[in-house]
């Protein structure tokens, strides 16, 4: 199974709000960590009951991740490098963070969780899946302090708009995403020195600072961090062999998730 990651904290990158809300009441973040009884509100985890045990799994009590957003939906957009796979595909995407709040702040406990993340998954039976984990950035919200859910709904629109194409929203396509390819230009990240990790976080900051700024956000009410966001693809030729693979290939992310922080000492 293919699997990679890559950092995208950009100017002009998606970010996560967290809480989030959307104009839509019943488009909202669920904290399942706290109340595990609400993922029967979330339509995808009702919908693919696969996405919702790996969603219980991420947040059971004790376990140092908690989900934040998730979607599925199967494509026949396949991307050229994808071709060899077949010519369609299931996929679905969860946003995950750290509980720990210090953990959520640091770019290098990111990178080497997704690296070592990959390294796991990379051992893997060979299986038409990939698995491609996004480091993004993150707004920690205090309780309370969640922006208007106007703003939120322009945020949502923006970060939904990286995974499926606007004529596609209709029958629930999906833009390719290249899975396994390394971005050009971007060094391997297993090869980064700290001075490297340094300027990214240096980066980071003045960016967070300067959105703050614009937005009228900064202060105690708002954190800035970072997040995971982990695509998981099953292909095929046809409609069954996707999801059959997809969901194969979200059960090894569960898996190695677990045994990555079994690893690090965690429950």
């Known amino acids: 199974m293919l699997a990679d990651f890559s950092v995208e904290l950009g100017r002009d990158d998606a970010a996560l709000e967290l809480p989030w809300s959307s104009a839509d009441p019943l488009v909202r973040f669920y904290d399942l960590k706290n109340h595990p009884e609400l993922l029967r509100q979330i339509p995808e985890a009702v919908a693919w009951p696969e996405l919702g045990a790996f969603l219980a799994r991420i947040n059971a009590a004790g376990f140092p991740l908690a989900t934040a957003k998730c979607d599925a939906w199967l494509s026949r957009e396949v991307a050229p490098e994808e071709e060899i796979f077949g010519d369609r595909k299931f996929v679905s995407y969860v946003d995950l963070v750290f509980e720990d709040e210090a953990a959520r702040c640091s770019f290098e406990?990111?990178?080497a969780f997704a690296r070592n993340l990959c390294r796991l998954?990379?051992?893997?039976?060979?299986i038409p899946a990939a698995v491609e984990v996004v480091i993004r950035r993150c707004y920690y919200h205090a309780?309370?302090?969640l922006p208007e859910a106007a703003d939120q709904a322009g945020a949502e629109d923006v970060y939904r708009a990286e995974t499926r194409s606007e004529a596609d929203t209709g029958d629930a396509s999906e833009v390719g995403i290249g899975h396994g390819i390394e971005p050009e230009g971007q060094a391997?990240?297993?090869?980064?020195s700290e001075a490297d990790i340094e300027e990214v976080e240096a980066v980071g900051r003045l960016d967070e600072t300067a959105a703050d700024e614009r937005e009228g956000l900064s202060g105690p009410s708002r954190t800035g961090g970072f997040c995971f966001t982990a695509y998981v693809t099953g292909f095929g030729d046809s409609d069954h062999e996707p999801r059959l693979r997809w969901q194969i290939a979200l059960a090894l992310l569960q898996n190695a998730l677990v045994q990555l922080a079994r690893d690090q000492g965690a429950k």
């Not at 998954?121 to 060979?126: M, R």
């Not at 391997?188 to 980064?192: F, L, N, P, T």
Request: hydrophobic share 20%; no cysteine; net charge negative.
């Open 109 to 111: 406990k990111h990178e």
């Open 188 to 192: 391997d990240a297993g090869e980064r």
């Open 121 to 126: 998954l990379g051992q893997t039976p060979e």
């Open 143 to 145: 309780e309370g302090a």
